[in-house]
């Protein structure tokens, strides 16, 4: 039996113009970024989970999506449904009670990390806030985060160092990705998790999520590298100007895209030789 962790129907996001520069002069009428989307992601064969890329240039709505999932843009049309509730019919405590089931790797890890906060007390943030950091639990989970820091390869010497200071771009966004982790949720939403790393550490990461959903976490992994979304999903939907313009099995579409955007992202992957 699959259960069903995500259902996304006719979702819509519209973005009100920022500025308003002249009182009688509106900016604009803002920008959809996402347009009537639809997909489900459910969980896997047995007990494994699933993963599923969203591919898309700069701006097509990626970061948009993943938001709306967690519940933190408001849908202005459709719905989106978390393991059976709807986002928009949640009360506060629903809401909370999702949003703890699921991780979130953010695209700007230098933007969403306090500047004062150690690599270790940055990982270990989510678990005294949910588990407590007193006692049993305070131990359960500083031992949890250091075993997720040398899964992912974060030198031991930096895991008092400052995560906005002290660590390259690379490092701080395994952070990120550790901090994600801690709680082991159920469904992780992972925003180009590996864009700065360099080819091993990439791999190294690419590997700790894969066992993740191995071992039953669902994954939704944002990326403008389709070579990427083939290697670590069998499912993938591309986004164009917030419209979803193909979807279906990432080996295919990397084989016989018959979107002309899928074809252009292709034509323009680099090549050596
Ligand atoms: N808070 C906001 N207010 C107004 N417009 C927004 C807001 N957030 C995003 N947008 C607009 O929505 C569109 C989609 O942005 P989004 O960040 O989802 O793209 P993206 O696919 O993640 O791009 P990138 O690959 O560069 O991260 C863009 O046109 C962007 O300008
Ligand atoms: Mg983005």
């Known amino acids: 039996m699959t259960h069903l962790n995500v259902n996304v129907k006719d979702l819509g996001v519209h973005f009100k113009g920022r500025y308003r520069l002249f009182k009688f002069k509106e900016r604009g009428d803002g920008v959809w970024a996402l347009k009537s989307l639809s997909f489900s992601l459910a969980n896997g064969e047995g007990s494994k989970g699933t993963t599923l890329s969203v591919v898309g240039e700069s701006g097509s709505g990626k970061t948009t999506l ?3 999932l967690l519940g933190l843009v408001p849908p202005t049309t459709g719905d989106v449904e978390l393991w059976g509730n709807s986002v928009r019919a ?6 909370l009670a999702a949003r703890r089931r699921c991780g979130y790797v953010p695209q700007d890890p230098y933007s969403s990390l306090p500047p004062t906060l150690t690599v270790l007390s940055a990982v270990l943030e989510p678990w005294s806030v949910v588990r407590g950091r007193r006692g049993g639990e305070g131990e359960k989970g500083l ?5 997720l820091l040398a899964e992912l390869k974060l030198p031991e010497e930096l895991w008092n160092a400052r995560v906005r200071y002290s660590l390259s771009g690379g490092q701080r966004q395994r952070v990120a990705v550790a901090r994600a982790l801690i709680l082991e949720p159920e469904l992780l939403l992972c925003d180009e998790p590996t864009a700065m790393q360099d080819v091993s550490t990439r791999g190294e990461v690419l590997e700790v999520l894969s ?3 191995a071992a039953g976490m669902s994954m939704i992994l944002v990326t403008h590298d389709l070579l990427l979304a083939r290697y670590a999903s069998t499912r993938g939907v591309v986004l164009y100007k917030g419209e979803i313009v193909e979807s279906g099995d990432t080996a295919e579409l990397l084989e016989r895209p018959s979107h002309s955007y899928t074809r252009a992202l292709l034509a323009a992957l680099p090549r050596l030789g």
Do not use: C, F, G, S
Request: charged fraction near 55%.
């Open 211 to 213: 066992r993740r959903v």
């Open 90 to 95: 949640m009360t506060d405590e629903q809401r």
């Open 66 to 68: 993943l938001r709306a």
């Open 143 to 147: 031992a949890k985060a250091k075993e």
